[in-house]
C-alpha cells in the first residue's frame, strides 16, 4: 500500500519528479502550474493536494496552504479505499509544521495508523509526530507497538528514552524508571545489546535509581565490551564505584585512566576525590545550575582522621611523583598541578602552612610561568591562602623576574604572567596613583620592545603580548576611578584602539572597548565595535549581554530593534527546529543526545534573558509608537492588549529560569551587565572576583520581568480609561465595560505599587508626598521609572474612578498636576544639572532618555486618548451642561498637561542641540590635548606618549612591512573624531525623539483649543 | 592539565571565548546539534581547570568503499591554551576513532589556502595536500583538501595527491 515502485503518493513518479524540481530551485509559481494540471487528472489525491499546500504556504500563502491541506486530510480520513503512504503523511506533516498545526499532523498519523496498525514506517512517523510535540508518554507508547511488531533493539530505546524524559523533562516519577529498567532487562536477557549507546543509557536509568552495582556488574560483564575505548570504560567504572561508596577500588580505577592519560585533570581530581572519600565532586547537576561552574575546586576533608589524611595524601604524593617521572615530555602541566593541588588540600585540612603551597606555586611559575593560562591554572589555588601570603607570594616572583628566560618569547610571557598575577590577586588596587601610572608605563614600553617579536607573523595569529594593552587599559580605567581624570579614561581608549591597528582582530580588545564607549555615551560606536565581533547564533545567548542592557535605554531604537529580533528569532528558531534534531538522533541510535537535546532546548526556553527580551520586544515597539495613538492601539491590539503579558507577571515567580551568559569576558569594572564600578566612588576595595551572583541577578531579572510585563496592559487599559471619561453616567452604567477597567487597572496599580514595596494607598502618599516637595525624590530609590509610570498609571485610572477625591477626584486636575510636577521637576533637574557629554562619561543620559520615552512617553499616550476624546464627534451625544463644565475642566487640565510636556520637551531638545552643535573640534580637543602633554611625569598621557614615539619613527627593518604600516595608520585625532560623533548620533537620535514628540503635543494643543 | 571528553550541548553555551575568534565559525545550532547527532564519537572538547573551555574538534565518517573516511569539519584552540600543541592531541584523538573504531581509509579536512599558519601545523601531523579545491570558501577563496592516511590504506593510495584542482561541485561530501 505505501508507495509502490515507480509511484509516489498514487501517482507516478514522472509526473511528480518536475514539481519537485521546481520547488527546490524555488520556482514556485512554475510548480504550482504543473501541480495544477496534476490536480485536473487527479482531484482527489491527497498527495497533490499536500504538494499544492506545500508550494502555497512557501509562496507565503498560509490560509490557502492550510484549507488546501485541511482538505487533503479530510479526503485521508474520508475515503477508505485511498492510500495513505507515508510520503503523503509526511509531505502534509512539513506543511502542517510550517504553519504551526503540529496537531493536525498527528491526527492524520493517528488516523493511518490505526487503519493500518501494522505499518512500521507510518508507526515511525507517528513516534515523530509525538517527538515534535513533546508528547513523551505517546511517544513511548508507540515505541513499544513498534518494539513488540519488530522486536528491535532500537525501538526498545525510543521507549526507554520517551520513559527517562518523562522522569526528567515532564511529570512522570521516578518509578517509571523501574518500567524501563525492567524492560531493558528482558530485552538484554533474550537478546543481549548491540549498540554502546544503548549500554550507555542503560546505566544511566540505573544511576538514577542508584543501582551503582547493578551497574557495575553490567559494565564489568560481556556487554562492557561494547564500549570501544578503554578510557571511557574506566570513567564510567570510576564514577560507578564512587558512587557506590567503593572509594578505595575507584581510586585504583582513576589512577588506571591517569596513568593512559596523566594530563586528565578532571580523573586526578576523581582521584583525589575517591581517596578522601569525599562525594562533593559527584552531586548532581540541575538544569538551571550556572552555565559557569565556580572555579574553586569543592573538597571536603573534615571527616578524615589524622592517620587516614596522612596516608593517603602520601599514597597521592607517590602517584603524582611517578606519573612526572614517567610522563614523556615536560609540557604536560597535569603531574605539576597535581602537586599544587595535593599542597592545597594540606593546607586546607591544617597539616601544612601555606608556606608550602606557595613554594609549590613557585615551582609552577618557573615552569609554566610563561604560558598564557598559568594565571587561570592557578586562580583556585591563590584563592585560598591569606592576602598577606599571596603579596609575598607576588614578591618572590618580582624577584625571579630578574631571571627570566633567555628566549625572548617566554621571558616575555613570565612578564606578562606577572602583570596578570598582580591583577589576579587585587594588587593593583593597593598602588598609588603614581605607582599604578608607573606600572602601565612600564607595561606599554614592554609591548613597544617586544613588538619586533611579531615581525614575522602571520596577521590572522595573535601576537605576542598582546595581553599587555588589555591590562594596560584596566590600570587606567582604575586610575580614572580613582582621580576622576578623564584623561585617563581617554588615553584607555586609545591604547585599545592603537592595539587594533596594529592587528584589527582582537577580540579583547573590542569588548573592552565596547564597553568604554558606552560608558562614554557613544553607544552607536559601541555597538559597530559588538558588531564587528560577528555575535551570531548561540553566541547571542552568550555575549549579547556585553551590549543589550545598555541599547535597552537608549534612543537607538533601530539598532535596538534589530538586536532583539535577531537574538528572539535565533531562539525560537531552534525552539522550532530541536525536535526535529532530537528525532535525528534517536534515528542514528544516539540515545544519549536525544535526552541532551530535550533539556537543552529547555534550559534555552528558561533563559533569563530570552524572557527579557520577549517582554522588552513590545515595549520598545510601544515606546516607538507612542507620538501615535492609533498605531500604539494597532500594536496594542496585536499584544492582545497585553494580556498574555499579565500572565507572564503573574507566572514568573513560579518559573525556574536559566543563566547562560558567559561573564569571563566582561572587564573588570563591569563584572555583571547589573554592575557598574565606575558608576560609584573608589573605594579601596582590594579584591574584584568575578563572583557568580546568580542568586541575586535572580530575584533582579524576576523582579523587571514582573513589573515590565504588566506594561503593556497598564498602557492599553490607561488609554481605555482616559478615552471613556466623556460618556456619560448611562454609558457608563450600561454597555461599556469601564467599570471593569477601572476595576483592573487598579488592581494592576495595586501589583505594581506592592512591587515598589507599598500598598496603593501608601504608594499614592509618596508620589503626592514627593510632587508637593515634601518628600525629596531620594525616596523612589533606584526605581525611578517604575514610580513615576505608578504616577501616570495612576492619573489615567484616576480619571474614571472616585475613589482618590482627595487627589484629584473626577476630572479634576490634581493627579494631572500630579504627574506634570513629577515629570516636570525632575526631568528638568537632570538636564539643568547634566554636565556637557564629552566631559562626563556615563552621566544621566540613559535615566534622562528612559524617562522622556517610557512615563512621559506613556503620559502623552492619555492625554491623546482624552483629547480624542473630547473632539466633537458625530457619534458622540450632546452633552449636557454639566458635562460641559466638568469638559471645561478637564480640557483645561489637559491643556496645561500638554503645556507641561511640551516645555519639559524642548528643554530636552534644546540640552541634545546644544550638546550636537558644540564645535567638534573644541570636543576632540578637549580629549586629546591632556594627552599630549609631553614631557610630563605624571598625570595621563604617558602611556599615549609611548605610542606616539613609536609612531613618529617606526624602524621598518625591525618590525616589518606590516607593523610599521600599521602604525603610520594610527590616527588617535580620528578615534577622537569617532568618539564625538558617536555621541553626537545618540544625541540626534534622542533630539529627534524629543522633537516628534513635541510636535504630536503642539498638534493635540491646536485640537484641545477647538474644544 | 586537558581532560578530553565528548562534546556536550550545555558546551555550545561556554564556548564563547574560544569562538569570538575571527577564524573560529560559529555555525547555526542544526549544524551542532545534527552532528552531535549522527557522529558524537567525532565531536569532542578540551576542558581546563575550571572547566574552561581550551578548544574542540568537530567532524564526522563518510564514504563509500576506499573513500570510506574521517572528516575534520572544525578544529579551533582557545588564545590563552595555544602554543601547547592541543589541536595535535585533538586531531591525534578523531584520527584514532577513525582508524580503531570505524576502520576509515583516511581522514580529510579543508583549509584556506592563505591560512599559512594552519597548512604548516597540518603538514607537521601528517597531513599533505591532496587537491586544491577552486574557490571552496563562499566563491571567493580556493580550499586545499588536505588527506592523512590510515592504517587500513596500507600503500597509502589514498593520499596520492591530484594533478589538477577541482570545482567545489566535483567534491563527493559537502
Redo the contacts between chains.
Keep these: 500500500m505505501a508507495s509502490k515502485f515507480g509511484l509516489a503518493g498514487g501517482i507516478p513518479e514522472r509526473r511528480v519528479r518536475p514539481i519537485w524540481d521546481a520547488i527546490d530551485s524555488r520556482q514556485f509559481k512554475t510548480a504550482l502550474k504543473i501541480t495544477t494540471t496534476l490536480l485536473s487528472k487527479h482531484p482527489h489525491s491527497p498527495y497533490a493536494l499536500a504538494l499544492k499546500a506545500l508550494i502555497l504556504e512557501r509562496m507565503g500563502k498560509s490560509d490557502e496552504a492550510l484549507s488546501v491541506c485541511l482538505n487533503a486530510k479530510e479526503l485521508l480520513c474520508r475515503d477508505e479505499s485511498l492510500l495513505m503512504d507515508d510520503l503523503t503523511l509526511s509531505t502534509l506533516q512539513i506543511v502542517f509544521q510550517r504553519l504551526d498545526h503540529l496537531d493536525l499532523a498527528t491526527s492524520c498519523y493517528e488516523h493511518a495508523c490505526g487503519k493500518f496498525p501494522n505499518n512500521l514506517e507510518l508507526m515511525m512517523g507517528l513516534f515523530n509526530c509525538y517527538v515534535r510535540e513533546y508528547s513523551f508518554v505517546k511517544q513511548q507508547q508507540t515505541a513499544i507497538k513498534m518494539y513488540k511488531l519488530v522486536g528491535e533493539e532500537r525501538f526498545l530505546l525510543w521507549a526507554v528514552c520517551s520513559i527517562q524524559l518523562q522522569v526528567l523533562c515532564g511529570n512522570g516519577g521516578e518509578k517509571l524508571l523501574l518500567l524501563a529498567e525492567g524492560l531493558l532487562k528482558k530485552h538484554v536477557a533474550s537478546h543481549s545489546l548491540h549498540e554502546p549507546e544503548a549500554l550507555i543509557v542503560y546505566f544511566s536509568i540505573l544511576e538514577q535509581q542508584e543501582k551503582y552495582s547493578d551497574a557495575l556488574e553490567i559494565l564489568t560483564g560481556k556487554l562492557g565490551s561494547l564500549l ?2 578503554e578510557v571511557d570504560k574506566l570513567r564510567i567504572q570510576g564514577k560507578l564505584l564512587a558512587r557506590a561508596g567503593d572509594y578505595a577500588t575507584a581510586a585504583n580505577v582513576y589512577q588506571k585512566i591517569l596513568e593512559l ?1 596523566a ?5 586526578f581530581l576523581h582521584y583525589l576525590g575517591c581517596l578522601f572519600e569525599d562525594d562533593s565532586c559527584w552531586s548532581n547537576e540541575t538544569i538551571n545550575a550556572p ?3 565556580p ?1 574553586f575546586v569543592e573538597c571536603k576533608l573534615t571527616h578524615l582522621t589524622d592517620e587516614v589524611f596522612d596516608s593517603r595524601i602520601s599514597n597521592a604524593s607517590a602517584f603524582v611523583q611517578k606519573l612526572r617521572a614517567e610522563a614523556s615530555n615536560d ?4 603531574p605539576y ?1 597535581a602537586h599544587l593541588e595535593i599542597e592545597r588540600r594540606k593546607f586546607l585540612f591544617g597539616k601544612n602552612n601555606d608556606d608550602d603551597l606557595i613554594e609549590a606555586l613557585l615551582q609552577y611559575y618557573s615552569r609554566f610561568g610563561h ?3 598559568f594565571t ?2 592557578v ?2 589555588f591563590l584563592q585560598v591562602v591569606s592576602p598577606e601570603k599571596k603579596m609575598e607570594f607576588l614578591d618572590k616572583l618580582m624577584k625571579n623576574s630578574n631571571s627570566l628566560s633567555a628566549v625572548p618569547t617566554k621571558a616575555l610571557g613570565q612578564s606578562i604572567t606577572l602583570l596578570k598575577t598582580q591583577e589576579l590577586i587585587g594588587n593593583m588596587f593597593r598602588l598609588s596613583v603614581g605607582e599604578l601610572e608607573g606600572s602601565a608605563v612600564q607595561m606599554a614600553e614592554l609591548y613597544r620592545k617586544n613588538l619586533p617579536l611579531s615581525k614575522e607573523l ?1 596577521p ?3 601576537m605576542h603580548g598582546e595581553e599587555l594593552l588589555s591590562i594596560v587599559c584596566n590600570v587606567l580605567v582604575q586610575l580614572f576611578w580613582r582621580t576622576r581624570n578623564l584623561g585617563y579614561f581617554v588615553e584607555a581608549i586609545m591604547v585599545l584602539e592603537f592595539g587594533l591597528t596594529i592587528r584589527r ?1 582582537v ?2 580588545y573590542k ?1 573592552l572597548l565596547l564597553h568604554l564607549y558606552s560608558h562614554f555615551g557613544a553607544l552607536s560606536l559601541a555597538y559597530e565595535r559588538y558588531k564587528s ?2 555575535v ?4 547571542m ?3 549579547s549581554h556585553h551590549m543589550l542592557p545598555q541599547m535597552l535605554a537608549s534612543p537607538l531604537w533601530a539598532d535596538l530593534s534589530n538586536l532583539i529580533k535577531d537574538y528572539l528569532k ?1 531562539m525560537d ?2 525552539f522550532r ?2 525536535a526535529d ?2 528525532f ?2 534517536y534515528r ?1 541510535r ?1 540515545y ?2 536525544v535526552i ?2 530535550v ?2 532546548k529547555e ?1 534555552l526556553q528558561h533563559s533569563n534573558q530570552y524572557l527579557v527580551a520577549r517582554v522588552e520586544s513590545p515595549i520598545l515597539q510601544l515606546k516607538q509608537s507612542a507620538d501615535n495613538i492609533e498605531e500604539e492601539e494597532s500594536i496594542l491590539e496585536s499584544l492582545k492588549c497585553g494580556i498574555d503579558f499579565v500572565e507572564l507577571s503573574n507566572e514568573i515567580g513560579s518559573k525556574s529560569l536559566t543563566f ?1 551568559e ?1 561573564f ?2 566582561r572587564p573588570w569594572w563591569t563584572p555583571t551587565k547589573e554592575k557598574n564600578y565606575l558608576l560609584g566612588p573608589f573605594e579601596g576595595i582590594s579584591y574584584y572576583p568575578k563572583e557568580n551572583l546568580t542568586k541575586e541577578r535572580e530575584a533582579n531579572v524576576r523582579g523587571i520581568v514582573e513589573r515590565k510585563s504588566l506594561l503593556p496592559r497598564m498602557i492599553y487599559l490607561s488609554i481605555q480609561s482616559a478615552s471613556v471619561l466623556q460618556k456619560d453616567s448611562s454609558e457608563i452604567n450600561g454597555s461599556l465595560a469601564d467599570p471593569k477597567i477601572s476595576s483592573e487597572l487598579k488592581t494592576l496599580l495595586e501589583r505594581y505599587a506592592k512591587m515598589l514595596g507599598f500598598s496603593l494607598n501608601d504608594a499614592v502618599d509618596v508620589v503626592v508626598g514627593v510632587s508637593h516637595g515634601l518628600k525629596s525624590y531620594e525616596a523612589f530609590g533606584s526605581d525611578i521609572i517604575d514610580w513615576l509610570n505608578f504616577a501616570v498609571f495612576f492619573n489615567a485610572w484616576n480619571l474614571n474612578s472616585h475613589e482618590f477625591g482627595q487627589h484629584g477626584g473626577e476630572c479634576t486636575p490634581g493627579s494631572w498636576h500630579l504627574v506634570n510636577s513629577l515629570l516636570e521637576s525632575y526631568i528638568l533637574g537632570k538636564v539643568r544639572s547634566m554636565e556637557p557629554l564629552i566631559q562626563s562619561p556615563q552621566g544621566d543620559l540613559p535615566i534622562l532618555v528612559q524617562l522622556v520615552t517610557e512615563p512621559l512617553a506613556w503620559h502623552g499616550l492619555v492625554i491623546q486618548s482624552c483629547v480624542r476624546s473630547c473632539l466633537p464627534s458625530g457619534k458622540k451625544k450632546k452633552k449636557s451642561g454639566s458635562m460641559d463644565q466638568s469638559l471645561s475642566l478637564l480640557t483645561h487640565a489637559i491643556r496645561d498637561a500638554i503645556q507641561s510636556l511640551c516645555g519639559i520637551l524642548e528643554e530636552v531638545a534644546k540640552w541634545s542641540q546644544d550638546q550636537i552643535n558644540s564645535p567638534e573640534d573644541n570636543k576632540i580637543d578637549i580629549l586629546v590635548s591632556p594627552l599630549r602633554r609631553n614631557g610630563q611625569d605624571e598625570g595621563p598621557g604617558q602611556v599615549f606618549h609611548i605610542f606616539e614615539t613609536l609612531v613618529s619613527s617606526p624602524n621598518e627593518t625591525e618590525l616589518g612591512n606590516r607593523i610599521s604600516q600599521a602604525l603610520r595608520d594610527w590616527s588617535p585625532v580620528d578615534v577622537a573624531r569617532k568618539i564625538v560623533s558617536g555621541q553626537c548620533t545618540v544625541l540626534s537620535e534622542f533630539w529627534r525623539i524629543c522633537e516628534s514628540k513635541i510636535k504630536s503635543l503642539k498638534t493635540l494643543k491646536q485640537q484641545i483649543a477647538q474644544v | 592539565m586537558t581532560t578530553i571528553r565528548r562534546f556536550c550541548c550545555n558546551d555550545l553555551l561556554r564556548f564563547a571565548s574560544v569562538n569570538l575568534d575571527h577564524l573560529t565559525e560559529t555555525f547555526n545550532m542544526s549544524f551542532y546539534m545534527t552532528y552531535l547527532a549522527r557522529w558524537p564519537d567525532y565531536f569532542h572538547v578540551a576542558e581546563g581547570p575550571g572547566n574552561r573551555i581550551m578548544g574542540y574538534i568537530m567532524g564526522k565518517v563518510e564514504g563509500q568503499g576506499e573513500s570510506w573516511h574521517g572528516h575534520v569539519t572544525a578544529v579551533t584552540v582557545a588564545p590563552e591554551y595555544r602554543r601547547q600543541q592541543l589541536a595535535k592531541k585533538l586531531m591525534n584523538l578523531l584520527e584514532e576513532i577513525s582508524d580503531k573504531i570505524d576502520k576509515a581509509y583516511f581522514v580529510d579536512l579543508f583549509v584556506r589556502a592563505s591560512n599559512t599558519p594552519a597548512i604548516k601545523m597540518y603538514e607537521k601531523l601528517g597531513y599533505v595536500i591532496y587537491r586544491r579545491v577552486l574557490r571552496y570558501y563562499s566563491g571567493e577563496e580556493d580550499g586545499l583538501d588536505m588527506r592523512k592516511a590510515l592504517s587500513r590504506d596500507v600503500e597509502k593510495k589514498s593520499i596520492i595527491p591530484l594533478k589538477r584542482p577541482v570545482t567545489p561541485d566535483e567534491l563527493e561530501y559537502d
Design positions: 570501544m575505548i592519560c594530563d586528565d585533570w578532571e580523573a552555565i559557569h561552574p572555579k609540557s604536560l602541566r597535569n598541578l604560558l598564557a593560562c587561570s591554572d586562580e583556585a602571520d590572522q595569529e595573535s582582530y577580540w579583547q569588548i565581533l560577528d551570531k547564533n548561540i553566541l545567548e552568550t555575549v535565533f528558531d531552534h527546529e530541536s534534531l532530537t535525528l538522533a542514528h544516539n544519549s543526545k541532551e537535546f533539556q537543552f534550559r547562560n558567559d569571563q569576558s
